[in-house]
Nanobody, 118 residues
Framework: QVQLVESGGGLVQSGGSLRLSCAAS????????MGWYRQAPGKERELVTY???????KYADSVKGRFTISRDNAKNTVTLQMNGLKPEDTAVYYC????????????WGQGTQVTVSS
């Protein structure tokens, strides 16, 4: 059963913008910190940003000031607005949900490719 579905990846020139969206089941979304990770070829998966149920956010230093995460609690959707894209942002981006519970459960989307050309 697919719990997280990403959309919005693609090819963009350096300096351009993309918006990624992740739709989650209501049960998961309501109880989770939602985040985005990325994995570039030959590299480990890394945290890009997350947003808690209460709206607190954290960003990787490499994306601060360029990327913005937001969540729409009515639509069970988390969005990543990416501006000022650089070739080093090229990666597969994964949506992640971690339940804010005593025994947290983690869920992953299937990933969406973002390619930034120079």
């Amino acid at each position: 059963q697919v719990q997280l579905v990403e959309s919005g990846g693609g090819l963009v020139q350096s300096g351009g913008s993309l918006r990624l969206s992740c739709a989650a089941s209501g049960r998961i979304f309501r109880t989770s910190t939602m985040g985005w990770y990325r994995q570039a070829p030959g590299k480990e998966r890394e945290l890009v940003t997350y947003i808690t149920r209460g709206g607190s956010t954290k960003y990787a230093d490499s994306v601060k000031g360029r990327f913005t995460i937001s969540r729409d609690n009515a639509k069970n959707t988390v969005t990543l607005q990416m501006n000022g894209l650089k070739p080093e942002d090229t990666a597969v981006y994964y949506c992640n949900a971690v339940t804010e519970a005593k025994n947290p459960q983690s869920y992953w989307g299937q990933g969406t490719q973002v390619t930034v050309s120079s």
